[in-house]
Structures are given as structure tokens and as C-alpha cells.
Nanobody
Framework: VQLQASGGGLVQAGGSLRLSCAAS????????MAWFRQAPGKEREFVAA????????????YYADSVKGRSTISRDNAKNTVYLQMNSLKPEDTAVYYC?????????????????WGKGTQVTVSS
């Protein structure tokens, strides 16, 4: 699976961005998908995740406390794409954002458990 993240940019505090992550390969729906971010000098941290799609049932979503209520993760299996809608952005959201795919049985929030990574997209929030 190859992942390509996009949608980052420079935005003022309080603004919004929608990140996209396009995946190659026919088995996208079999992967849990996640977003992580890494600010300069800091460890990569979990942002949000969405479970794989199974038997037409709805997916489950997970969020870091730092973005809960301000962000929404979603996926479009027909387009092999996962999205991260971020609202009410804060300067502390500034980071490189990475998408990841995970084939584990359950959703993980640990970056070392991911199977595939996309190149990051820079998000900069000015105050």
C-alpha cells in the first residue's frame, strides 16, 4: 500500500483544513487508517484513527484528546481515501501530519504498530 497525504498549508488560528490521504492498492478497506503528527523536536503523536470497513457496518473513530471535538476523520473506500477535517485550529496544531495504514486486528494508537506510512504534509497555524 502506498499512501500520499495532501491538504496541508498555512492557516490562521481558528481556521480549518481538510487533509486527504490517497492510498493505492485494492485492499484499502481492509486497513485501519490513522493520522499522526510530529512537531519539531517532539515525538510523533497520534491524532485520529478510523477502523477498517467490515461487512457494510459502520466504522469506529478514535481521537486524541488534543483534537477531540475539533477534528473528524472519515474514509471513502470507493476513492481509497481517508480524510482529516480539522477545525478551530490552534498554533499548537502546527506539525507535519502523516497518514498510516494498519492491518492489525484492532485499531492502534501507537505509531510503531503501523504497516505503511505516507509522506507528511505540513500544517502551520499562525497566531
Amino acid at each position: 500500500v502506498q499512501l500520499q497525504a495532501s491538504g496541508g498549508g498555512l492557516v490562521q488560528a481558528g481556521g480549518s483544513l481538510r487533509l486527504s490521504c490517497a492510498a493505492s492498492g485494492p485492499t484499502f478497506s481492509n486497513y485501519h487508517m490513522a493520522w499522526f503528527r510530529q512537531a519539531p523536536g517532539k515525538e510523533r503523536e497520534f491524532v485520529a484513527a478510523i477502523s477498517r470497513s467490515v461487512n457494510w457496518s459502520g466504522e469506529t473513530t478514535y481521537y486524541a484528546d488534543s483534537v477531540k471535538g475539533r477534528s473528524t476523520i472519515s474514509r471513502d473506500n470507493a476513492k481509497n481515501t481517508v480524510y482529516l477535517q480539522m477545525n478551530s485550529l490552534k498554533p499548537e496544531d502546527t506539525a507535519v501530519y502523516y497518514c498510516a495504514a494498519d492491518s492489525a486486528p484492532t485499531v492502534s494508537q501507537n505509531y510503531y504498530g503501523m504497516d505503511y506510512w505516507g509522506k507528511g504534509t505540513q500544517v502551520t497555524v499562525s497566531s
